[in-house]
């Protein structure tokens, strides 16, 4: 495979939302001194006025959120996943989950891909606690085409969305004519023998597995599963049925993820082995983003392993 | 200032408040009268003398807005609400149960007036802070207004609230502190002091009024202060007692989240009836 070009998610954040920011002159960007890091930084350049820095102080930036939103304005709060997600998670369940107002949070820097910061900042719960919250949307982008395109379709939504977004530029596998739809999973590869579902940058360690297992003589299926809430029961109960074997692939905790939202389907419908690869119940590690993902098994070769034990364990 | 016959109104609606409480929380069985009862006056002076608002367009883009952080005093707000009309009052009887659209906590998706859902301490203020920056973004005149319990200032969002909103020079803002000095536990003193209120919040660049809070000439000129201080939000610290207005229940931590019985209830409502009565004789 030839190099592909690299963006961070992040970055399709910042100047997604400085190009909205002309279509609604309702939308307003919050932020915890983190602007620079999460890419709302752009929007304060090019709508100051628009653009309020809470400080570091995320309980009361998801209510700034809920009050401003309640107020009619198009609302998009950003920190890092850690303090959005984690430390302000009551916030966001009773301000803005609750009364079910479509705040848009942009949670920046979620898993390990963060890196050298280490655990503290590698929030691996992030999805797990959001979907936890009824009416909660959650959004988890494979690359900066889809992250744009994403954000686009969640400025008019009517409910809260949580979007996670990374750190670390990761490979553009999508073309502009890439279509996003929430709630909706999308085949990119057709197979007969397992399906690998995966979200966010291991969509593309998915692609590769389904190549190299091709190889193998083994037919992978590959379902980028964009929305991880309301999750798309449909396509996996498909993939259950026509393909027996299931393989997940998330940067995330193998609990309560994409992982445990795939499983719960599969096990209330067409019950078949489903392996997960994620974060498996443990803190991350400071590292360079690339080796730290190797360390924790989120690579194209522990989804291979994972889709022939899933294989084997088919009946 | 209010003229006699707007101190009387104000009086029998404060009355009829706390009566709307004392028998939400007799039917349910449950609830907050106490600490509805320490900020019946407040309610009293904001929606019947100051607050714009409309009953018949609860979402009226230019009302004031109210949130009432310290939640649990849903009781008293529900009272205020259906006295002005948006829901008859009847349906404080049904208060807590299933199917009410009066949750034990405000639900602004269910109960028509509520400005904002709250109930998890802290959490309010921030809320009516975002209403007030989005009223500084849309130059719209309306107020917000935040009532918070002296025990839920302990809560640290509060002051990351306050923070920012003095930051952001809100006087389209004002808090109202109900220092009724208890909270579950015990006195606010003893549990966790969030004492000196007024040095704390004049720190952190407000513009502080003390009160009687069930003095309603001086609730009135407050809520005008605040109106009138330009460049920075607001906060009142009212003194008030908590249990006002129910012999048995004034400065008793006991009540602060618990309902009557039926003869605790009937106690209660023949001495509001009886307060009512003269304030109605009263000239």
Not at chain 1, 254 to 266: D, F, K, N, Q
Request: charged share 20%; with cysteine; proline share 4%.
């Amino acid at each position: 495979m030839a190099e592909a070009v690299k963006k961070a998610t992040r970055d399709a954040y910042g100047e997604t939302l400085v190009a909205l920011g002309a279509e609604y002159p309702d939308l307003v960007v919050l932020d915890a001194d983190l602007a620079g890091a999460t890419k709302t930084g752009m929007f304060r350049k090019a709508y100051p006025d628009r653009f309020f820095n809470c400080g570091i102080a995320e309980q009361n930036l998801m209510g700034v959120a809920a009050g401003l939103a309640a107020s009619g304005k198009k609302v998009f709060a950003s920190t890092f996943a850690m303090f959005a997600a984690g430390r302000a998670f009551e916030q966001i369940r009773n301000s803005i989950g609750y009364p079910h107002l479509p705040v848009k949070i942009g949670a920046t820097h979620a898993g390990i891909s963060v890196g050298e910061d280490g655990a503290t900042h590698q929030c691996c719960e992030d999805i797990a606690l959001m979907r936890t919250i009824p009416g909660m949307t959650i959004i988890n982008p494979a690359d900066a085409v889809e992250a744009e395109k994403a954000i686009r379709a969640v400025v008019d939504f009517n409910g809260p969305v949580y979007m996670r977004f990374g750190r670390m530029a990761v490979p553009v596998i999508f073309d502009d004519s890439h279509k996003f739809e929430i709630g909706k999973g999308v085949q990119l590869k057709e197979g007969n023998d397992v399906t690998i579902i995966a979200t966010g940058l291991m969509v593309n360690e998915a692609l590769i597995a389904a190549e190299q297992l091709k190889n193998e003589g083994i037919s992978a299926r590959v379902i980028n599963m964009v929305t991880i809430k309301p999750i798309d029961r449909e396509i996996i109960i498909k993939a259950a049925r026509e393909t027996g074997a299931i393989v997940t692939a998330e940067e995330h905790s193998i609990i309560g993820g994409l992982g445990g939202a795939v499983a719960e389907t599969v096990c209330e419908t067409v019950p078949v082995p489903v392996l997960r690869v994620g974060v498996e119940d443990t803190f991350g590690k400071s590292g360079p983003a690339a080796e730290v993902l190797k360390v924790f098994g989120l690579t194209a070769e522990n989804i291979i392993a994972k889709a022939k034990q899933a294989v084997s364990l088919k009946k | 200032m209010l003229d006699a016959a707007k101190k009387k109104e104000l009086s029998i609606i404060a009355t009829k408040i706390r009566m709307a409480a004392i028998e939400g929380t007799y039917h349910a069985k449950s609830g907050h009268p106490g600490g509805s009862l320490s900020i019946a006056d407040l309610l009293s002076v904001l929606y019947f003398s100051h607050m714009k608002v409309d009953p018949s367009n609860p979402f009226w883009p230019q009302r004031d807005r109210l949130v009432l952080s310290k939640g649990h005093s849903a009781p008293a707000l529900y009272g205020a609400l259906a006295l002005k009309g948006y829901f008859p009052v009847e349906e404080m009887s049904r208060l807590r149960q299933v199917g009410s659209h009066l949750q034990g906590h405000p639900d602004m998706k269910g109960t028509p007036g509520v400005d904002m859902t709250t109930g998890s301490l802290g959490q309010g203020v921030s809320a009516a802070v975002g209403m007030a920056l989005a009223g500084k973004l849309d130059n719209a005149d309306y107020r917000v207004y935040a009532i918070l319990g002296d025990g839920e200032i302990e809560e640290g969002q509060v002051w990351e609230a306050a923070m920012f909103a003095s930051h952001k020079k809100l006087d389209n803002l004002c808090l109202i502190v109900d220092n009724n000095n208890l909270q579950i536990d015990g006195t606010v003193e003893e549990v966790n002091s969030p004492y000196p209120i007024v040095e704390k919040f004049a720190a952190f660049g407000f513009n502080v009024l003390t009160i009687d809070g069930h003095d309603l000439e001086q609730i009135e000129n407050a809520l005008n202060q605040a109106k009138e201080c330009k460049g920075k939000p607001t906060v009142i610290v009212q003194r008030s007692v908590k249990g006002k207005g129910v012999s048995f229940m004034e400065n008793q931590v006991g009540w602060h989240g618990v309902a009557p019985n039926q003869e605790q209830y009937t106690l209660a409502m023949n001495e509001l009836k009886e307060q009512l009565a003269r304030l109605e004789e009263a000239k």
